[in-house]
């Protein structure tokens, strides 16, 4: 094991030990059967190995959105039953269903489901400055020249950003209520990089530490926030970390809602439904077939989804697109003007 790994697992093994002393025992792990949550577990029980803390004394809590995975899910069970006892599984008020049926849908990415929601409420209103960008200040909620249809008057897809509040903050937070829950611990990574890495150097330049900070009332712990790849690779072949079958023989690089449009593999993620789950393959095609084809998301495995995109974009949002474009970025309107496809391929 290299020196690197040895010193980043003590300073883990430390961060989760700070944690519970300063809340008293009043915190839990934020378990979500993904690969970092399963190394942090791995570490609480180093630490319970050597008796700095007791054994079970830290829950892992897992949110059953209701569109998990079926590894993930199974590997929860696994979990529990063999690995880690104090496990809890807590699930949302409000199911998916209920969230495209009575708020939207989600797409692209959560910023830009915020900005186009809020734009689709009050066209009038800033939010169409923050997706067209004029000045080019705001560059997560700039909508692509690709995708400029979404603005259009004509597209009639309900969206929200709503889905993360309503399935995971909303019972997370009901759990600290209920338990009275002073702190938690999270397996972010600052390799991850995005907004997550964003924040955590925002934190450190107005003074505030690596590993630590607070949420609400809460303190949130991330213990292995400085950990690379390559760390997470070799702490799992040198203590044979179990892993959901998502990884070790589906092919998920990440493991998540599954229908989620918000993957910059959604096509790779589809297929991977399609070929091991094809049930909520079916409920994703369901729920968000026309959020999938909004996004313009190419599966080729599926012929009859395929025909379906290639009309809907031949017959609508090719034209959409080049108007929004005309209207807004006129500079960038020639080059996706009259691009059309062969909607019989697959007939």
């Known amino acids: 094991m290299s020196s690197d790994l040895e010193q ?42 050597i008796l700095t803390i007791p054994p079970n ?38 199911t998916f269903s209920w969230i495209v049926k009575n708020k939207g849908k989600p797409i ?3 910023v830009k489901s915020e900005y186009l929601g809020r734009y689709q409420r009050k066209p009038s209103g800033t939010a169409l400055d923050f997706l067209i960008d004029y000045k080019g200040k705001y560059q997560k909620t700039r909508i692509a020249n690709k995708d400029m249809h979404l603005i259009h008057e004509n597209f009639n897809i309900k969206i929200t ?35 997550r890495e964003l924040n955590n150097k925002n934190r450190i330049k107005s003074g505030g530490e690596l590993c630590t900070a607070t949420k609400g009332k809460s303190i949130v712990k991330m213990p292995i926030i400085d950990w690379t790849n390559e760390n997470v690779d070799e702490f799992i072949d040198k203590y044979c970390i179990p892993l959901s079958k998502a990884y070790t023989k589906e092919g998920y690089e990440r493991t998540g809602c599954f229908l989620c449009p918000y993957s910059m593999q959604i096509d790779k993620n589809l297929e991977k439904l399609f070929i091991y789950d094809p049930n909520r393959y079916k409920a994703s095609m ?5 959020v999938y084809i909004a996004q313009n998301v190419i599966l080729n495995f599926d012929k009859n989804y395929e025909a379906e995109r290639k009309k809907k974009w031949n017959n609508s949002y090719y034209k959409m697109r080049y108007e929004m474009l005309a209207k807004y970025r006129p500079d960038k309107a020639d080059k996706f003007n009259n691009k059309q496809i062969d909607i019989y391929e697959y007939i």
Request: proline share 2%; net charge positive; charged share 25%.
């Open 108 to 110: 692209k990415s959560k």
């Open 161 to 195: 950003n709503l889905c993360c509040s309503y399935l995971k903050k909303k019972p997370f937070e009901k759990y600290q209520k209920d338990n009275q829950i002073t702190g938690y611990i999270t397996g972010i990574r600052n390799s991850e990089g995005g907004a």
């Open 8 to 49: 980043k697992i003590t300073s883990a093994m430390h961060r989760i030990e700070d944690l519970y002393y300063k809340t008293d025992g009043k915190c839990y792990l934020s378990f979500s059967g993904g690969k970092d949550s399963t190394i942090i577990l791995a570490i609480i029980k180093m630490c319970e190995d």
């Open 286 to 290: 369901y729920w968000l077939k026309d």
């Open 57 to 94: 004394s830290i829950p892992a809590v897992f949110c059953n959105t209701g569109i998990e995975l079926g590894s993930t899910i199974e590997f929860i069970k696994w979990v529990k039953k063999n690995w880690y006892q104090n496990v809890q599984v807590i699930r949302p008020d409000k």
